[in-house]
């Protein structure tokens, strides 16, 4: 079963707030070292939003779209997809022929012959985050030379990977035949988020108008607050 896509919605009001979260366990000694354990590989991202105006009225239906997709969810139980509008791709693949190491992805084997590349996102050099889902298809480069999917170069799974010494919670390529690298790809590609919160106000300001904590909330306190959620396939 699909999942429903937050809708693009005017209205929306500036900031928008975006904190990652990890999970970490520390533990000092008597002498002040401190031992600490990563839980988390990929962090949990969290937004915050308000809407100056939604209106319901004739055409316009942006009130109904968005608290409907709420209900339909049941607060914070179900997960839809969310279009970072600043944060939703990868790539170029190619930059003049060329691969394009901040669309690089890796390649691991599990010892016994099989190949993979986690579908990831390289952020700023530094870290790689894994991608659960892709919003559209995706095109791949094996050392700039286009490959095809569906069984002929690579097939697409996931999400979750696990092999030995490696796992990853997004999608995945699995190689019909080891590649020879680098590989790159390029792909637009979903947040999985839910409603951090069951409860959500909406403030009728006009007969057709409505407010999510924007410019004309009057208590001030509808911030709309949601997170991504983990995947446990692996």
Known sequence: MSLPVFPSLPGLSWTIPKASEFSTLTQDSGA?????????????????????????????????????????????????????????????????????????????????????????????????????????????????????????????????????????EGMYLQWAAPPTGPVTAEFNFYFRCHFEEDTHEFEQFLSSMWTVGGSESKSGSGVLRFCTSKIAQI
Do not use: C
């Open 32 to 168: 002040l070292f401190d031992t600490r354990v990563q839980q988390a590989k990929n962090p949990r991202w969290h937004w915050g939003m308000t809407f100056d105006v939604l209106r319901d009225g004739g055409t316009f239906t942006e009130y109904r779209q968005l608290q409907g997709l709420i209900l339909s969810l049941a607060g914070s139980f179900g997960d839809f997809l969310y279009s970072d509008p600043s944060d939703n791709t990868v790539g170029p693949a190619l930059i003049a022929g060329v691969p394009n190491t901040a669309a690089q992805l890796q390649v691991v084997n599990d010892g016994a012959g099989n190949y993979y590349s986690p579908i990831q996102r390289n952020f700023g050099g530094l870290f790689q985050e894994d991608i659960t889902d892709l919003n559209g298809s995706i095109t791949v480069y094996d050392n700039a030379v286009l490959k095809t999917g569906g069984g002929v170069d690579y097939t697409l799974a996931g999400p979750g990977l696990s092999i030995s010494g490696a796992a990853f």
